[in-house]
């Protein structure tokens, strides 16, 4: 499966904890875009880098959020002393950047459930 | 006010129905436009992409864009159970994309 890959798919942690995702993207995409969606809601944006480097943070991730993508490959999203507000599907999405090939594709998404 | 606005649903139509859903948006400067199927607990799985104003075919699925209105709409014509999803509109923002919250669509066998 050649799609984007994420882990894991469920996690549930207590309040205060720190917990971390990991993204694979598609293999020649070289964009990857992490979105948080809550019940009910379309996905959110909040930060996308172009290769190694962070091009842009929403204003929604807070200092307790922090994103890498250390070789340009796969990407981590650490979110520390979580709290109940931090609960919610988090998706990872990749896509080139050649012209009329930008399309977004996701993964499955990462669950997090803070009790 | 939020840039793309979309009725949430849900919306129950019988096997076989033509369903319309529709968005709306604020921002003229989107100019691409595309149309995700979300099930349940799943990620967003891309449907339809479209630039500018227009229409576009794809088997049962038509997209249709109305830059003049910031009104776009996507068709599905003898809707089956397996079209039982949330459907997103999204357009692009430069390089990211500004979702709808998904309209739930529930095709009766």
């Known amino acids: 499966d050649t799609g984007v890959s994420q882990n894991p798919r469920h996690k549930i942690t207590k309040r205060g904890q720190n917990v971390t995702f990991r993204c694979d993207p598609i293999?020649?995409?070289?964009?990857l875009y992490w979105y948080r969606q809550t019940l009910g809601q379309g996905p959110e944006f909040l930060t996308y880098?172009?290769?190694?480097?962070?091009?842009?943070k929403s204003r929604l991730l807070s200092d307790r959020f922090s994103a890498e993508r250390p070789k340009g490959s796969f990407s981590t999203l650490e979110i520390q002393r979580t709290e109940q507000g931090d609960s919610a599907m988090y998706l990872c999405?990749?896509?080139?950047?050649?012209?009329?090939?930008?399309?977004?594709?996701f993964g499955s998404g990462t669950q997090l459930s803070v009790l | 006010q939020k840039e793309v606005e979309q009725d949430p649903g849900p919306l129950s139509v019988p096997e076989g129905a033509i369903v319309s859903l529709n968005c709306t948006y604020s921002?003229?400067?989107?100019?691409?436009f595309m149309w995700y199927r979300q099930y349940s607990r799943k990620g967003p799985e891309l449907l339809m992409y479209?630039?500018?104003?227009g229409n576009k075919e794809d088997g049962r699925f038509t997209a249709q864009v109305d830059k003049s209105s910031k009104y776009i709409s996507l068709f599905i014509r003898d809707s089956q159970p397996s079209d039982s999803a949330t459907y997103l509109c999204?357009?692009?923002?430069?390089?990211?994309?500004?979702f709808g919250s998904g309209t739930r669509l529930l095709v009766r066998p």
């Open positions: 999204a357009m692009d923002s430069s390089y990211k994309l500004i």
């Open positions: 880098f172009q290769n190694e480097a962070q091009l842009e």
């Open positions: 479209t630039y500018s104003s």
């Open positions: 293999s020649e995409h070289n964009r």
């Open positions: 921002n003229s400067a989107f100019q691409y």
């Open positions: 999405a990749s896509s080139s950047d050649r012209v009329g090939e930008e399309k977004l594709f």
